[in-house]
């Protein structure tokens, strides 16, 4: 992450920044998870901040890189097209992950699918967004940095935050699966259906345990999708 010119054109007319909130937050909030032990999020290696040189876009501008532990499985932008069954799967991992992230204080103000990799060998859930290619930056540091660096991924913190009281959250499968994503094949379950394992009844449950994601998910094998399903 670096301070990036306002114009390409001139990147002179920008003015350079030591550093940005976001960026504050995402190391904040990864080094806590890291210091706290979380495991359903990467764990934090080590890290880089230094002031943009001459030859690079914004001189005097911020310059910062954060590696993490590389994560298995793969980005669920195309949860639409996994089988049902391992959508249940998904949704279990998911539900367990959440609660531990809740639980340790954190919340995400950027829920999304596109922001979740599943790893199916080990049923394991992440939030996370890929770690683009530092490019011509890269070679300003050292090579066993480097080897670290490239297929690592960064935690998506700008918009996260710890609190005090971690019971003020809990994971609710009629909110959470929708918020994120993960109600149906399609975002928009109206348009696309709700998978049969995502419960739109009131009173809706509340901080599940493994054994009741279990069972919700045993429940809805074999059923069709609910249609038509607009959650509020």
């Known amino acids: 992450m670096s301070r990036i010119p306002d114009d390409e054109d001139d990147p002179s007319s920008t003015v350079p920044a030591r550093s940005s909130y976001r960026l504050a937050m995402e190391f904040y909030i990864l080094e806590k998870l890291t210091q706290m032990g979380c495991t359903c999020t990467p764990k934090l290696l080590d890290s880089f901040f230094s002031v943009q040189t001459e ?3 914004v001189p005097g501008g911020f310059f910062a890189i954060i590696v993490m532990e590389r994560l298995p499985g793969r980005n669920l932008a195309n949860f639409g097209d996994l089988p049902m069954a391992e959508r249940d799967q ?10 531990e992230f809740f ?3 954190f919340r995400h103000e950027d829920p999304d699918r596109r922001n979740v990799m599943w790893d199916p060998k080990n ?3 992440y939030v996370c967004v890929p770690l683009a290619l530092l490019g011509s930056v890269a070679r300003s540091l050292n ?3 480097v080897a670290h660096l490239f297929g690592s991924y960064i935690i998506d913190f700008e918009y996260a ?3 005090k009281d971690a019971d003020s959250a809990k994971f609710t499968p009629m909110v959470h699966y929708p918020l994120w994503g993960l109600a149906g094949p399609m975002i928009n379950t109206s348009l696309g ?3 049969p394992m995502v419960p739109c009844e009131i009173p809706t449950i509340r901080d599940p345990d493994d054994e009741t994601l279990e069972r919700m998910a045993a429940e ?3 059923k069709p999708l609910k249609p038509q399903v607009i959650l509020r």
């Open 55 to 57: 030859d690079l876009p």
């Open 90 to 99: 998904v949704r279990i991992a998911f539900g367990k992950a959440l609660r």
């Open 103 to 105: 639980a340790l204080g």
């Open 123 to 125: 049923k394991k859930w």
């Open 143 to 145: 090579h066993s940095c």
């Open 161 to 163: 935050y710890h609190v």
């Open 193 to 195: 259906g709700l998978d």
């Open 220 to 222: 809805a094998a074999g």
